[in-house]
């Protein structure tokens, strides 16, 4: 029996060690990990420079509280800012958080309460953050939600003008849904719900605790569309593994987290902070994102040809190294046996296959991993028919 709440269906492998795009399970099976810790490690396991940064933090303090002025939170604080071409960050611990803080934020900085968010979307398992998520399954049993939450289907252009309104705080969103099945935003409506933002005075909130960090080969995803969010938020890759969210924002929003206002113990604690500010310190150089941006062209390319002509494959979609191929296949069974051949994924949505893997990912992996899926997956479609 195990001691840990059954909180999640856990896989049958156990981890013994990691490297780079691998895992070693403990009796010495290689895993290739398509999935980085569901996008977490971005530079793969254990980057060497993170490790360093981490070690030397260790050497120095570990945990003061956010009572003292520490150096390394401004440079981190102004490297992140800096790459969404904003000004402030409030550190937090995980994603959830760090979208709770931009929901309080949102409140108090409108003094309005509606915030508009989509369908499948996901935004964390807090009260606040799960109330913002469009997906019912993630509620079931928790009820009553906070009440100001609208639901609207996503990249819908229609739906979007009727419901923004001068009541409307915020409207928040990912520009690809992650957890809900790889769904891109397409340009026309992130363009639309920008401007109804503008002309009603809401707050854009984009949520790129997924999707940022150089996933999709930009520093965030909504680089790609041209988009000026007034609140970022961020997680998962920033701390290649150690915990740590971020709320980014225009300094006009400044003022309205004062002292005393909002605030975490273990926040933008020092050995996170090490970690996110020498990931940053890769990842947000040019030449690693253009190289992030190929292999992912390459990747999908390989996908389309592997893949071209499986019935069982419905349809594909990728923004960078955010991968989704909608399949008819049932996902637990199709993800088990991946696993057997040595490639870890992961479900999003009911019906799609999501990979996510490490942005260092080499071309012979992606290779290998597109061997084991196209052959698995054959293999399986021959054997339905
Ligand atoms: C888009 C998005 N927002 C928020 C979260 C919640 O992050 P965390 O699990 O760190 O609380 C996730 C986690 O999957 C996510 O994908």
Same mark, same amino acid.
């Given at each position: 029996m195990s001691y840990l709440f059954p909180t999640y269906s856990r896989w049958e492998?156990?981890?013994?060690?990691?490297?780079?795009?691998?895992?070693?399970?403990? @009796?010495?099976? $290689?895993? #290739?990990?398509?999935?980085?810790?569901?996008?977490?490690?971005?530079?793969?396991?254990?980057? &060497?420079?993170v490790q360093e940064a981490?070690?030397?933090?260790?050497?120095?303090?570990?945990?003061?509280?956010?009572?003292?002025?520490?150096?390394?939170?401004? @440079?981190?604080? $102004?490297? #992140?800012?800096?790459?969404?071409?904003?000004?402030?960050?409030?550190?937090?611990?995980?994603? &959830?958080?760090?979208?709770?803080?931009?929901i309080k934020l949102a409140r108090k900085a409108t003094g309005r309460k509606k915030i508009i968010t989509f369908e499948n979307s996901f935004h964390g398992r807090t009260f606040a953050t799960m109330s913002a998520t469009g997906q019912n399954k993630i509620k079931?049993?928790?009820?009553?939600?906070?009440?100001?939450?609208?639901?609207?289907?996503?990249?819908?252009?229609?739906?979007?003008?009727?419901e923004v309104d001068d009541e409307t705080a915020a409207v928040m969103l990912e520009v690809v849904q992650g957890e809900g099945g790889i769904h891109i935003g397409e340009q026309a409506f992130l363009n639309e719900v920008s401007q109804l933002c503008e002309d009603h005075g809401a707050l854009l909130i984009i949520d790129e605790i997924q999707t940022g960090i150089g996933r999709t080969g930009k520093p965030f995803a909504f680089q790609h569309f041209q988009l000026m969010p007034d609140i970022v938020t961020s997680a998962k890759g920033l701390g290649s593994g150690?915990?740590?969210?971020?709320v980014i924002g225009k300094k006009e929003l400044a003022h309205f987290f004062g002292p005393g206002s909002h605030g975490s113990t273990f926040g933008g604690n020092p050995l996170a902070i090490a970690a996110a500010k020498a990931t940053m310190e890769v990842i947000f150089q040019a030449g690693f994102l253009e190289e992030v941006e190929k292999k992912s062209v390459y990747l999908f390319e390989q996908i389309s040809k592997e893949l071209k002509g499986i019935p069982d494959i419905l349809n594909s979609r990728q923004l960078g190294m955010m991968i989704g191929l909608e399949t008819s296949i049932d996902l637990p069974i199709l993800l088990k046996e991946l696993r057997n051949h040595g490639l870890l994924a992961l479900p999003a949505g009911s019906n799609v296959l999501r990979l996510l893997p490490?942005?260092?990912?080499?071309?012979?992996?992606i290779d290998k991993a597109i061997h084991i899926l196209q052959s698995v997956i054959r293999n399986y479609s021959k054997a339905a028919v």
């Open positions: 492998v156990e981890p013994d060690q990691s490297e780079g795009s691998v895992i070693i399970d403990k @009796n010495g099976k $290689k895993y #290739l990990d398509f999935t980085s810790g569901i996008g977490v490690c971005n530079l793969g396991h254990r980057p &060497a420079v981490i070690t030397s933090q260790l050497n120095r303090y570990w945990h003061v509280s956010n009572l003292f002025i520490q150096e390394e939170q401004e @440079n981190a604080a $102004k490297r #992140l800012a800096e790459s969404a071409k904003m000004d402030c960050v409030f550190f937090a611990n995980s994603g &959830a958080e760090a979208n709770e803080a931009a079931m049993g928790y009820g009553p939600m906070l009440e100001t939450f609208v639901y609207l289907p996503f990249n819908d252009i229609e739906a979007i003008k009727k150690l915990p740590i969210g971020a490490p942005l260092t990912v080499t071309k012979a992996e």
